[in-house]
C-alpha cells in the first residue's frame, strides 16, 4: 500500500495525542518528531544520549513549536527494568499512550554472511529487533488506554526483499516485517493498529554509509517523507493495520 508523502500538516490534527518517537534526535527521527509536534502532539524523544537529544530539542524549539520531552536510552544495553521505568514514567505522566513509532536503527556492516563480525550481528539485531520488540511489550498496556493508538514500525526495501551484502541490517528488518504481521494478529480487535513503512531513499546518515559514492544531493530528504507518519497517524486511517506501506517517492 502506498502512503502520499505530500500530506499538508495541521496544527490540531494530533492535539492532545502522545507519542514516542525511537531515535529521534536525528535523521527521519527528528523530522518526524517535528511534524507530529507541529501537528499538536506531545512527543516523547527516545535517543542513546541526553547530548544528541538536546541539540535535537533545540531544533524543535528554534521552530517555536511544542516543547517534548526527551528520554535518553541506550537500546542496545537496555534491560526489561529500563522499559519498566519507562512504562512508569508514562503512567505517571499522561495516563496512555497514543502512538509509537520504532525509527531508531543502526546499519551494522555491508559484508558476506561469511565475513560477517559475530558481536557486530548480535550487536544489530539487539538494537534493530530485540529492542522494538521489548520496548513495544512494556508499552503495549499504555497504548490499551489510548482510544485510537498506532504503533509503526520504519522497515526497509531489503526488509521485503533480500539483497546481498546487507547482513544483519537486512534480516532484522525481515524480522520486523514478521514480528509487526505477528503484532497485528493478536492486536486485531483492540484499538490499536500496527503497520510496517518503508519510507524509501532518503538522504541520512545511514544511506551515505550504505552508498558513499551517491549524490546525496540528489536524494529526498527526510523532512519530505516524515508527513506520511503524521498522515497514518490521524483517526480517519484507523483502518489501516496490519499492511506493509511504502512512502510515496
Known amino acids: 500500500m502506498i502512503i502520499p508523502a505530500s500530506y499538508e500538516i495541521n496544527e490540531d490534527d494530533l492535539a492532545g495525542k502522545v507519542v514516542l518517537v525511537t531515535g529521534a534526535n536525528r535523521g527521519l527521527g527528528l523530522a518526524t518528531t517535528i511534524d507530529l509536534t507541529r501537528a499538536g502532539a506531545t512527543v516523547i524523544m527516545l ?15 528554534d521552530l517555536g513549536l511544542k516543547e517534548p520531552i526527551l528520554y535518553p536510552l541506550d537500546l542496545e544495553g537496555a ?29 551494522g556492516t555491508m ?11 548480535y550487536s544489530t ?27 509503526l514500525f520504519l522497515s526497509s526495501s531489503v526488509g521485503r526483499k533480500a539483497r ?15 514480528f509487526a504481521k505477528t503484532l497485528s ?13 518503508n519510507p524509501g531513499k532518503m538522504s541520512t546518515e545511514m544511506r551515505r554509509i550504505a552508498y558513499p559514492a551517491e549524490d546525496s544531493s ?11 507518519i503524521v498522515y497514518l497517524m490521524l483517526p480517519k486511517n484507523s483502518n489501516i493495520h496490519g499492511q506493509q506501506l511504502t512512502v510515496a517517492d
Open 125 to 151: 539485531l539487539q538494537i534493530n529487533l530485540s529492542a522494538p520488540f521489548m520496548l513495544t511489550q512494556f508499552l503495549i498496556p499504555a497504548l490499551m488506554k489510548s482510544d485510537d493508538a498506532r504503533i
Open 47 to 61: 535517543g542513546r544520549d541526553l547530548g544528541s537529544l538536546e541539540y535535537a530539542y533545540d531544533k524543535v524549539q
Open 164 to 178: 546481498a551484502y546487507w547482513g544483519a541490517y537486512s534480516v532484522s528488518k525481515f524480522g520486523i516485517e514478521g
Open 111 to 121: 559484508m558476506p554472511i561469511d565475513q560477517y563480525d559475530i558481536r557486530l550481528w
Open 185 to 197: 494478529e493478536e492486536l486485531e480487535k483492540t484499538n490499536i493498529r500496527v503497520n510496517t513503512i
Open 79 to 107: 534491560t526489561p527494568e529500563h522499559y519498566q521505568e519507562l512504562q512508569d514514567s508514562i503512567f505517571t505522566s499522561f495516563g496512555r499512550l497514543d502512538g509509537l513509532i520504532h525509527n531508531a536503527a543502526i546499519l
Open 218 to 228: 540528489k536524494i529526498p530528504s527526510p523532512e519530505s517523507k516524515s508527513p506520511a
